[in-house]
């Protein structure tokens, strides 16, 4: 009977997933955050993987590669459906199917009677952030609530600290070498695959196992989980430079200051159009209700309690986790505008999972409507999200019409038409990505893409134009020369060359640049 009922809870997962997918992806403005250049990264990787793993040789990864659990979501995605289209779609509903099962499985490991209510219970905090936030501010609220359903961009790092989260749970009620090694690997795999896992998860499980070491009963099993997710953080922190070194290339290059990024927080935070405050205020505000349960939590530790609430434990890993990430985006100074709001995951997604705990804990419903919603659900989704319903929203680039009717055709173009126009035409277009000022820009592409003619040879493809939406007229002009005409693509200039040459041999020459531009 167990077994049946997490077959079936998993298949409401799947059902619910895929249609709230398929909601969020018809919101204005989403599908366009879900298919940009930041986004194809893992689709134009795998992509090349589809021919073999010498067309890996030239990749250049990001800072924080999202090897897992990223890459191992989107492959599966990109295995079931062998289309990036429909493998965006479909890789989003597994993140957040991941994500509620991950807080029933929180819930039964703080002591809760019911997963599936736990899911619920999730599942509708989460669409009441999003009512809250587009139903004021539209659009706006996408940048702080449409992680969820976007490859990489560190939703990876919010799996892995609700899995973090269930082991040291696990580890101070059932202590044992499961819960340890689980913990160290993912620690170990996280912080070499996104730095902000060491915010999202480590410190807070730290911190949590740190105040669980005040009581007697559990002192040894919250210092076991100290010594191996301590261990693990350090190994991978040191190992970063090692494996990845243009991670920590590229961390000092962000390092703008404390004051900048605090002056870019208020500025972000505080916005001309009061919908947009509000959205920014209210959801400040909902972050910081497990700082105050934690500061209860703390006060009463101080009083000389010595054992903290299964609840409470959740409250104190969502606070610690939504305060250091605070405390490392301040530190560096890194936010910059309100993409950035991004790194702010933490203050949502686990406050969430806490308050999802609390609702199941008080709420009563019979075992039978998991299986009538979950035959509810996964006929909805059939019918209405299925991947490739849902590939329909990934519109592709407008760019990509300048070229149709054409042949096979090279060129040169910004990190943000790269990706896109090679992969939404099929590799069709061919694109050599290059800097502002015209040189070559290997940052998250494979640079053998301006190397070998995919048409066929051996040499460089015959590049025939230049989009130079953000590219720096002057410096292209005094790299490549005029060009023998200028049309309007898309409302960009694009400039044409007759001479393939013109373009090969400076750009063969030129020396890339590596950091971003």
Excluded at 181 to 192: D, W
Excluded at 232 to 247: D, T, V
Excluded at 298 to 325: E, K, M, N, Q
């Amino acid at each position: 009977m167990r077994r049946l009922r997490l077959i079936l809870l998993v298949v409401a997962v799947a059902g619910l997933s895929l249609l709230a997918t398929a909601l969020v992806l018809r919101l204005p403005g989403a599908a366009a955050l879900t298919g940009n250049a930041d986004v194809l990264y893992l689709p134009a990787l795998f992509d090349d993987l589809h021919r073999g793993l010498d067309a890996l040789r030239g990749w250049h990864l990001t800072p924080g590669p999202y090897v897992f659990p990223d890459m191992l979501v989107y492959g599966l995605a990109d295995l079931a459906t062998g289309d990036f289209r429909q493998a965006l779609p479909l890789a989003a509903a597994l993140q957040l199917g991941l994500l509620l099962l991950l807080g029933g499985a929180v819930h039964r490991a703080a002591g809760g009677r019911s997963a599936a209510l736990a899911v619920t219970a999730l599942a509708a905090v989460l669409a009441l952030l999003f009512a809250f936030g587009w139903g004021l501010a539209g659009a706006y609220a996408l940048n702080w609530l449409i992680y969820p359903f976007i490859v990489t961009f560190h939703f990876g790092a919010i799996l892995i600290a609700a899995a973090v989260l269930l082991l040291v749970l696990r580890q101070l009620d059932r202590p044992g070498p499961w819960p340890l090694a689980g913990l160290a690997a993912l620690i170990l795999a996280g912080v070499l695959s996104d730095s902000f896992v060491l915010p999202y998860a480590a410190a807070p499980a730290l911190a949590l196992s740190l105040l669980c070491a005040m009581a007697p009963r559990i002192r040894r099993a919250a210092f076991a989980a100290v010594m191996a997710v301590g261990a693990a953080a350090l190994a991978a922190f040191l190992l970063q430079g090692r494996i990845n070194p243009l991670n920590g290339v590229y961390r000092d290059q962000l390092d703008l200051g404390i004051g900048y990024g605090l002056f870019r927080l208020g500025g972000v935070l505080w916005r001309a159009d009061a919908a947009e405050t509000a959205v920014n205020l209210g959801l400040v505000a909902f972050a910081l209700l497990p700082v105050f349960r934690t500061a209860t939590v703390l006060r009463g530790l101080a009083a000389g309690h010595r054992d903290i609430d299964p609840s409470d434990r959740i409250a104190v890993f969502a606070a610690a986790s939504s305060l250091a990430t605070l405390l490392a985006v301040v530190l560096f100074g890194i936010f910059r505008d309100d993409s950035f709001l991004r790194y702010f995951q933490p203050w949502l997604f686990l406050t969430a999972l806490w308050l999802a705990h609390l609702a199941a804990g008080r709420l009563r419903m019979p075992a039978w409507p998991v299986g009538a919603a979950a035959a509810v659900l996964l006929a909805a989704a059939l019918l209405w999200a299925r991947p490739a319903q849902l590939a329909a929203r990934i519109e592709p680039p407008p760019t990509l019409a300048c070229f149709a009717g054409e042949a096979p055709v090279a060129g040169l173009a910004g990190y943000w038409w790269a990706k896109p126009l090679v992969l939404h035409s099929g590799r069709r277009i061919q694109i050599a990505q290059v800097a502002r000022n015209g040189a070559p820009y290997p940052w998250i592409v494979n640079e053998d893409w301006a190397r070998t003619d995919w048409a066929g040879g051996a040499s460089a493809p015959p590049f025939g134009f230049i989009l130079m939406d953000g590219l720096n007229a002057r410096a292209v002009i005094a790299r490549y020369g005029m060009p023998d005409r200028v049309e309007r693509c898309a409302g960009i200039p694009l400039w044409r060359y007759d001479d393939p040459d013109r373009l090969r041999r400076p750009l063969a020459a030129a020396a890339p640049v590596t950091l971003p531009d």
